[in-house]
């Protein structure tokens, strides 16, 4: 079947007024710092900005041609991309010009995304976080603010406004971030690694004990801290619904005071919600 007949190119109007092209079948990629994720979506549902049903990932470092190769099925389908990293963008670009099952490859700037960034310089906001923030929009009820947190590499905390719009926020180093920090920046710290499943004491008996608890508890009470000082400035007489989302959110989520909602792949889904959006050539 050609890529051609499967974009069925009738309008569907959505609860925000967009008009969203009935794109249904694709692929999205979120190209990090540190990892490149990818999403495959089928009967896609803007309304509820749904999960893919199959993922893939590998690190930034490398383009992982062979796994890629393994995880395409049969199906040609297009691409669509935000990346907040150049040379592994033009790996992948340069791979889907090679493989056939990828009929086409777009990376989305902040035009490309449906929300509107009140910024002076919104060419200069990540397409990662104005997409995560793209999918929180659809999610949010809409009578409330959002705060959005993306917990990777880096930790971005974002605000979403009631009327929709993207107001900025905040951006903190991820935990492995400051701990390679640490390490490389003193004569005498370790490089040391953080497992979720081993919860810190806040009370460390060792060098090594005594940073992961400080790495630790204070990621989470500064992550914590932020989201209530953004919630104080969007100034709203509702309280912000707060996203979490990202490879690292399986850290902070047990520990927030707040009440939070754990999305999976929201970068992905808000790409794929431009998707919809984009009229195939």
Not at 90 to 114: C, H, M, N, W
Not at 239 to 253: E, M, R
Not at 256 to 265: K, R, W
Request: proline share 6%.
């Amino acid at each position: 079947m050609s890529a051609a007949s499967r974009h069925s190119v009738g309008g569907s109007q959505e609860p925000n007024g967009r008009c969203l092209v009935s794109l249904e079948s694709f692929v999205t990629v979120d190209i990090g710092n540190s990892r490149v994720h990818l999403g495959r979506f089928e009967n896609f549902r803007a309304a509820e900005a749904t999960s893919p049903v199959s993922t893939f990932s590998y690190p930034t470092s490398s383009i992982d041609i062979n796994g890629l190769r393994d995880w395409l099925n049969d199906e040609e389908l297009p691409w669509f991309a935000v990346s907040v990293h150049r040379p592994a963008l033009a790996s992948l670009e340069a791979f889907s010009k090679i493989e056939p099952r990828v009929t086409s490859f777009q990376a989305f700037g902040y035009q490309q995304l449906p929300i509107d960034v009140t910024l002076p310089a919104p060419e200069k906001v990540g397409a990662d976080r104005l997409a995560a923030a793209v999918a929180a929009n659809y999610l949010r009820d809409k009578n409330r603010p959002a705060i959005v947190v993306d917990a990777g590499t880096a930790i971005t905390v974002d605000a979403i406004s009631t009327e929709g719009k993207f107001v900025g926020g905040a951006i903190l180093p991820g935990m492995r971030t400051s701990a390679k920090a640490l390490a490389s920046q003193t004569d005498a710290l370790p490089q040391i690694e953080i497992h979720v499943e081993d919860c810190p004491q806040a009370i460390g008996t060792n060098t090594t004990e005594a940073m992961q608890s400080g790495l630790f508890w204070g990621s989470v009470g500064a992550v914590q801290e932020t989201i209530r000082r953004v919630s104080a400035q969007l100034g709203s007489d509702s309280s912000p619904q707060i996203f979490f989302s990202g490879g690292d959110v399986h850290y902070f989520a047990p520990w927030m005071d707040l009440e939070i909602q754990t999305v999976d792949h929201l970068v992905l889904r808000g790409v794929a919600l431009a998707a919809q959006q984009h009229k195939p050539s």
